[in-house]
């Protein structure tokens, strides 16, 4: 059982938009910056977002994230066959000293 | 170019031992705390432990604590993890990553392609 929670999975067809939540706690996620990582099929993860909102260079801006609270969010627009990966949210917890990740939602475009 | 290149995986009895190495390089690694992580076939990610620029401060996560091992060399650019008293449960890709910063609290900027590590008997 992950300590942030993700949906297992999500889907939509090319072009269109998928969300992906991410739910943790006032130590983890209310507290601390929330990062989004893509892992595609058979390689290692890399990093999406950054401190909630913040694109990497070379990240294309159909991809965004935002916080509210104890919950993050991931968006996915204009969704292209290239988008299907594992995504998965992550976050240090204060309570725990520990970095905490979701237990990741793969994304399947229809 | 920033690279990290994992190495030291392999089949170890349950019981046993294994050291993984990350060499890094394209990066001023003695400026950079890092970390592991591990992904169990089929599953998703769990980080393992992290160690401070200075190798001064490491933290685990329970299912590493009391077995594992986290250090640096930061003249050879080269992050290690002792593993002892190996499970079954251990079994999993260990990947080496780089936070973006001296922070353990900020996120990982970089990842190695990882090391697999079977414990069977």
């Known amino acids: 059982q992950s300590v942030l929670s993700q949906p297992p999975s999500v889907s939509a067809a090319p072009g269109q938009r998928v969300t992906i939540s991410c739910s943790g706690s006032s130590s983890n996620i209310g507290n601390n910056y929330v990062s989004w990582y893509q892992q595609l099929p058979g390689t290692a993860p890399k990093l999406l977002i950054y401190d909630n909102n913040k694109r990497p260079s070379g990240i294309p801006d159909r991809f965004s994230g935002s916080k509210s609270g104890t919950s993050a969010t991931l968006g996915i627009t204009g969704l292209q066959t290239g988008d299907e990966a594992d995504y998965y949210c992550?976050?240090?917890?204060?309570?725990?000293?520990?970095?905490?990740f979701g237990g990741g939602t793969k994304v399947t475009v229809l | 170019e920033v690279q990290l290149l994992e190495s030291g995986g392999g089949l170890v009895q349950p019981g046993g031992s294994l050291r993984l190495s990350c060499a890094a390089s394209g990066f001023t690694f003695s400026s950079y705390a890092m970390s592991w992580v591990r992904q169990a076939p089929g599953k998703g990610l769990e980080w393992v432990s992290a160690?401070?620029?200075?190798?001064?401060?490491?933290y685990f996560a329970d299912s590493a604590k009391g077995r594992f091992t986290i250090s640096r060399d930061n003249s050879k650019n080269t992050l290690y993890l002792q593993m002892n008293s190996l499970r079954a449960e251990d079994t999993a890709v260990y990947y080496c990553?780089?936070?973006?910063?001296?922070?353990?609290?900020?996120?990982?900027?970089?990842w190695g392609q990882g090391t697999l590590v079977t414990v069977s008997s």
């Open positions: 992550g976050a240090w917890d204060t309570s725990l000293s520990a970095w905490v």
């Open positions: 990553a780089k936070f973006k910063d001296t922070a353990i609290v900020h996120y990982f900027d970089y």
């Open positions: 160690i401070s620029i200075s190798g001064g401060s490491t």
